[in-house]
């Protein structure tokens, strides 16, 4: 076995941690609201949207992926620039993570293969087609999502006006189910396909793959199913400082704005992927919320909202930085590219470790979860239909 293979096989494992990553970093999209509003316990959450995730694999196409993979171009690409955006991605989501922020997997990435493919090439060496398209989807998501809801709501509203179900009617709460299964389907479909990217990129510099007749990259099959399982193991991890942020400190949710909410992030979210946008599903999932809570007369949590929003806005710039200068110690002297890229990549892994060992974890979430009477305390000036809250 040639050094050269050796190198990819462990740029790929890499790559498989940063999709790790991405399922427990983003698995708050999902199960928030769920968890949020008691619809399911929190323990069985995560699997719940873990095999939805892994369900996608089986449906979806490679689109994303496509995209994702020609952000460098192929000229540019190999097994250092693979790495240096891998360790940028997965810096800055246990970054985000360790401080519940719910910034997004895809644009760390996407801003890693930036700094990286700036450091091999220069600005030539971007697709900036494809950023464009990935920038597009920062704003277009979250306002297709948080408008989605804030509308799906009032038709919510409409049903109980016709039912008199109160807002946490099990009917409800069941159409939470749903629609939490059809976010996760889409989480899988839409963040999984960034990582087989990846790979696609690192395989076609290697020489391991080719370019299709319409240009797209070849994506073998194993790199697919290794993709949805890795998110869907991460995933089933949890993640619950995210989790806490978006299913309780953006806004009070009950099961019927979690509804809408879910509604909102769903259509956000399957959109961009049957177009291959490689969109934020964190930031259409927590949009959704809060479009949701403010249409619900819940309000939100403005200085948690201008945190998130602040971790938005410079999640590329900060990947990007990170990749940037991962690529160019890979560049040293060979000893001195070893011992530099060693320490840091040693360092980080031990306090990723112990940030995931000394988390917070689901029981920790639901003791937070308002009681039935906390969330059926009433909310001046909102048009409430009888009935209002749970009944006992």
């Known amino acids: 076995m040639d050094i050269l293979l050796i190198t990819v096989i462990a740029v790929i494992v890499i790559a498989l941690i940063f999709d790790f990553t991405n399922g427990f970093h983003d698995a708050a999209n999902s199960v928030a609201t769920v968890v949020a509003t008691r619809a399911l316990p929190a323990r069985w959450a995560p699997g719940f949207s873990a095999f939805f995730n892994f369900a ?3 449906v979806v196409g490679t689109a994303v992926a496509s995209t994702i993979a020609k952000t460098v171009k192929s000229e540019y690409g190999g097994v250092a620039l693979a790495f240096a955006a891998l360790f940028a991605a997965i810096a800055w989501n246990y970054i985000t993570w360790k401080v519940g922020m719910p910034s997004s997997s895809s644009h760390a990435i996407i801003g890693g293969l930036v700094g990286a493919g700036l450091a091999a090439g220069g600005l030539e060496a971007i697709d900036w087609s494809s950023v464009q398209k990935a920038a597009l989807g920062i704003v277009v998501s979250p306002a297709v999502a948080f408008s989605i809801a804030f509308a799906a709501f009032y038709l919510v509203l409409a049903v109980q006006k016709l039912t008199r179900w109160h807002d946490d009617h099990p009917v409800f709460k069941g159409a939470q189910l749903v629609s ?15 990582t087989m990217g990846v790979i696609a990129a690192l395989l076609l510099g290697a020489g391991y793959t080719d370019l299709a007749d319409d240009g797209t990259i070849m994506i073998p099959e194993w790199a697919a199913l290794a993709a949805y399982a890795a998110i869907a193991v991460g995933t089933l991890w949890g993640g619950w400082k995210i989790i806490e942020t978006m299913g309780l400190r953006l806004t009070t949710l009950h ?3 979690g509804l809408a909410a879910n509604i909102g992030a769903t259509t956000s979210i399957f959109g961009a992927t049957a177009v291959g946008m490689p969109i934020s599903t964190t930031h259409a999932a927590a949009s959704s919320i809060v479009g949701a809570g403010v249409a619900s007369g819940k309000g939100a949590n403005w200085r948690v909202i201008g945190e998130m929003l602040t971790a938005w806005i410079i999640t590329i710039p ?14 040293l002297p060979i000893v001195a590219a070893w011992i530099s890229v060693g320490v840091i990549v040693g360092l980080f892994a031990a306090w990723a470790i112990w940030s995931m060992v000394h988390t917070i974890h689901a029981s920790d979430v639901e003791a937070e979860i308002p009681t039935d009477r906390e969330l059926a305390e009433p909310v001046p000036g909102h048009p409430h239909v009888e009935g209002h809250g749970p009944v006992d």
């Open 56 to 58: 996608a694999y089986f």
């Open 180 to 194: 939490a299964a059809a976010v996760s389907f889409g989480h899988g479909a839409n963040d999984a396909q960034k």
């Open 255 to 257: 099961a019927n704005s």
């Open 318 to 331: 900060a990947a990007s930085l990170i990749g940037f200068t991962m690529f160019h110690l890979t560049q």
